[in-house]
């Protein structure tokens, strides 16, 4: 059965984004058994988020699907036992593509709430492209070994026709002089061409001479403010190819130059896959969540790397030996806490 799941093409529209929210648990065990102490758990779930799930495969089993969802065996539930759904979660079966579906379906949320929302729909879906990757597709739900495989994903976006959107732009209040930059193609096999990248005014001037056409311009843009350059992206993926920041949406991928970046303003609806993060640490980048055209500030992270406090105590600790000694006994009964460590020697 799960290799005609697998079948399937999967896509996801959020109607609205979630909120991330960590609870804890106190579980207890049986007087009598081993461990009667308490073990304190957490739990995570997304809160006040609204998805509108498709699936697009042979009729036959999207039928068959649908009356398993209609008249389920066991009580349904979403994410977590003590989450049941409040309404039915079946809105149909049509003839048409996934992707026309997820556009044309109605909204999952009252129109006075559809305002407040973003201006784009965010729209995960199946690809054969390779650019995201996501690591959910079942090959085993046995108890003893579950195991997942990738699936291709890309990400696209449906426009909110009834938000109540009023533009601002606060860079333009912080005084920075801003360099729009569009598509181009790049030969990374050219040593020139990897040494224009570290430079942002080489790089502006060699798409100002080499474009012609209408630009695109929506996709993100770099601010100088007090010597720091800043890029600010919303609605599009981040990941890597080499040593550049490769940024995808709707107008196509566009490299930005890792050296020549001192912060990253994520906006709403960014996704960062582990490539892209590896190279923003490594380039010693620092990112902001912010909101939408930088508004609100969310939260923001500096690479371990931006200062060399962890290097320096390491350093001292493994210079000293009974410093050393002690990481190491720590380690060890960290490894295997029934064990007397006072006494080891190295």
Same mark, same amino acid.
């Given at each position: 059965m799960l290799a005609k799941l697998r079948q399937l093409r999967f896509g996801v529209r959020v109607d609205q984004e @979630? /909120? %991330?929210?960590? !609870? =804890?648990q106190m579980a207890h065990r049986l007087p009598g058994t081993k461990d009667e102490e308490a073990t304190l758990t957490y739990r995570d779930y997304l809160c006040d988020a609204v998805f509108v799930v498709g699936l697009e495969g042979e009729p036959e089993l999207l039928e068959k699907l649908h009356y398993a969802v209609k008249h389920p065996a066991y009580p349904l539930f979403l994410g977590r036992r003590s989450c049941p759904p409040t309404q039915s979660i079946c809105l149909g079966i049509e003839d048409g593509t996934l992707e026309k *579906?997820? $556009?044309n379906i109605s909204w999952q949320k009252p129109a006075w709430q559809r305002k407040n929302q973003y201006p784009n729909l965010r729209v995960i879906l199946d690809s054969d492209s390779s650019y995201a990757q996501q690591r959910d597709v079942p090959i085993s739900f046995s108890p003893i070994r579950r195991e997942f495989v990738f699936r291709n994903i890309e990400e696209v976006s449906i426009p909110n026709? !009834? $938000?109540d959107f009023t533009a601002h732009d606060p860079m333009a209040e912080l005084g920075g002089d801003q360099m729009r930059l569009t $598509?181009? %193609?790049l030969d990374t096999r050219k040593r020139r061409t990897m040494l224009a990248l570290s430079y942002p005014s080489i790089f502006h001037g060699a798409? +100002?001479? &080499? =474009? &012609?056409? *209408? @630009?695109? +311009? /929506?996709l993100w843009r770099i601010d100088n403010l007090r010597g720091m350059t800043f890029p600010y992206l919303e609605h599009c993926t981040i990941n890597r190819e080499d040593s550049a920041i490769a940024v995808r949406d709707d107008c196509g991928i566009l490299h930005v130059p890792a050296a020549a970046i001192s912060v990253l303003l994520l906006g709403p609806g960014t996704s960062v896959t582990h490539r892209g993060m590896e190279l923003i640490g490594d380039s010693g980048v620092s990112v902001v969540w912010v909101g939408e055209h930088g508004v609100r500030y969310y939260a923001g992270g500096r690479p371990l790397t931006h200062r060399s406090e962890l290097l320096l105590r390491q350093a001292e600790l493994v210079s000293n030996q009974r410093l050393h000694l002690s990481v190491a006994r720590k380690m060890y009964e960290m490894r295997f806490p029934e064990e007397d460590v006072s006494k080891l020697t190295m």
């Open positions: @979630r /909120k %991330a929210l960590q !609870d =804890f *579906e997820l $556009r026709p !009834d $938000r $598509r181009m %193609a798409v +100002e001479q &080499s =474009f &012609s056409g *209408e @630009r695109c +311009e /929506k």
